[in-house]
């Protein structure tokens, strides 16, 4: 049986680690795809260097200021899609990146979106494979994930804490280094760390 869904108004430091565990599930014409949360990270807004809000709210993310509950997704270098959960209290931006999942439902469309032979723990492994697998595009910006059907969250199997890792988010330039990162130990799924070239040490 699964757990409730966690309460997403929260401050983002305290949503992410209770997201990990949780289903993502998207239904489009193709079929459904369902993937287990395996890994996220953090982003606070107007306070975080690394936030696509930090310089305030403009159109690209103004779905990032709430409310809680809905999905923010952009693109990234021009090439793949990130999909974010927005928290935190209506009005203030925070959200949470989809770094990784693990695909328990429509295995072979998830694996048919991502090309060739890809083994199973790969199929969402980033957050650009994670929105490829689950087919999700910029049609889904700002949907409705407690409300809605084409895009929806529940809760999943409880997350033992001893199996939560912290540690610094990965590839961004700015706050690198802040313990943003969340994700479950030895799962096979979750990504390997990188530090960006560009990064810049914090303060």
Request: hydrophobic share 35%; glycine share 12%; net charge neutral.
């Amino acid at each position: 049986m699964n757990l409730p869904l966690p309460d997403l108004s929260r401050p983002v430091e305290e949503v992410a680690p209770d997201l990990l565990g949780c289903l993502l599930r998207t239904q489009t014409d193709e079929g459904e795809v369902v993937a287990r949360i395996t890994e996220v990270e953090a982003y606070e807004g107007e306070a975080d260097p690394a936030s696509h809000a930090y310089r305030g709210r403009n159109e690209r993310n103004a779905v990032m200021f709430g409310p809680a509950g809905h999905l923010y997704v952009y693109r990234s270098h021009g090439l793949h899609w990130c999909a974010n959960i927005v928290t935190g209290t209506d009005g203030i931006a925070s959200a949470v990146l989809l770094r990784a999942g693990r695909v328990v439902e429509g295995e072979d469309l998830a694996r048919k979106r991502r090309g060739g032979k890809i083994e199973s723990p790969r199929l969402a492994r980033g957050p650009g494979n994670f929105c490829q697998a689950l087919g999700i595009t910029a049609e889904h910006n700002g949907a409705d994930l407690l409300t809605g059907t084409s895009v929806t969250l529940s809760g999943g199997e409880r997350v033992p804490p001893a199996l939560i890792r912290v540690g610094p988010r990965v590839g961004v330039s700015r706050a690198h280094d802040w313990p943003h990162r969340f994700y479950l130990a030895g799962d096979s799924t979750v990504s390997a760390y990188r530090l960006s070239p560009r990064a810049k040490p914090s303060g």
